[in-house]
């Protein structure tokens, strides 16, 4: 795979999306439009990705971008990965744009698509790959290519984004010596260790209120209730957290714990069940 092809996935990727929401939903229209917008005028960050959905079916593209980056800066990842999409879409697609503005939006684009990247975004974890292994905007990094790649490739098959990152990891792989695939594998365990290579910030100060209250169910079929709110493995959910709606993704279920990603927060964050609520 060359470097043309690997730069066609930032067009791919947001092709994905907006031929799903061109004809997989239609548009909002009465009482449902106006719930939603609403909803997204009082701050929700879920409904403003649902109105940023129905401007693209609209074809408002304008007002997509304005309702995505609502939804973004409150950490809804979906909101994220498609705006980091559009955004490096738009540096492809643009003629006559200024290399200064070009990049600027690129750089922006990146930063959206590694929130998503670190929320479990498929689709975006391949687009990074594919940012990385192009240089695009950023330094040519082989390492972080295989990384994302590896990552977005380890999701379903049908899920968007998969075989991209698949054919980007493998890209990568043949440009690689044994030491740095070596290398690539360990960020990868890194990842899923939750173990940052990097320092990372300190995680916000209202994280410690989202809680961990009980575990059922048998050990294939286990239930967890963070803040009065049931998941199952695999869930997504909206909590209401420091009068903020925060995007919880429920992604492993133990005895004692679960392994959650916060929109919000860079990594996966263990809630452990306080020992007063464990039932002997």
């Known amino acids: ?6 730069r066609r996935y930032a067009l791919l990727g947001w092709a994905l999306i907006f031929g799903c929401l061109l004809s997989c939903q239609a548009q909002l229209s009465g009482s449902a439009l106006a719930a939603v917008k ?18 693209i079916r609209r074809r408002n593209f304008l007002a997509a971008e304005l309702w995505y980056r609502k939804a973004a800066t409150q950490g809804f990842v979906h ?29 922006e684009a990146i930063k959206w698509l ?15 790959a594919g940012v990385y292994f192009n240089g695009q905007f950023v330094k040519p990094d082989l390492l972080e290519a295989y990384k994302w790649g590896d990552i977005a490739s380890k999701s379903p098959p049908s899920t968007p984004g998969s075989d991209a990152g698949r054919s980007v990891r493998d890209a990568a792989s043949m440009k690689m010596s044994f030491d740095e695939i070596s290398m690539a594998k360990q960020r990868v ?3 899923y260790s939750h173990i940052p290579f ?16 009980g575990v059922s169910g048998p050990v ?3 239930l967890a209730i963070i803040n009065n709110q049931t998941f199952g493995v695999g869930d997504f959910g909206i909590l209401k957290v420091a009068g903020m709606a925060v995007q919880v993704h429920c992604l492993v279920i133990h005895d004692k714990s679960v392994l959650v990603n ?11 069940l306080a020992d007063d609520t464990i039932k002997k």
């Open 114 to 128: 590694t929130l998503a990247a670190n929320g479990s975004n498929t689709l975006a974890q391949a687009e990074l």
């Open 1 to 6: 795979m060359n470097g043309k092809t690997i």
């Open 262 to 272: 916060i929109a919000g927060v860079n990594r996966a964050r263990m809630l452990m």
């Open 198 to 213: 990097i320092r990372e910030p300190p995680e916000p100060s209202w994280v410690a209120q989202i809680k961990l209250t």
């Open 38 to 55: 609403a909803a997204a005028d009082a701050g929700d960050p879920a409904a403003q990705d649902k109105l940023a959905g129905d401007c």
């Open 79 to 107: 909101a994220q990965a498609t705006l980091g999409e559009m955004l490096l879409a738009h540096t492809g697609l643009s003629t006559g744009q200024r290399p200064q503005a070009a990049e600027a939006i690129g750089l």
């Open 220 to 222: 294939n079929a286990r």
């Open 189 to 191: 365990a890194t990842y």
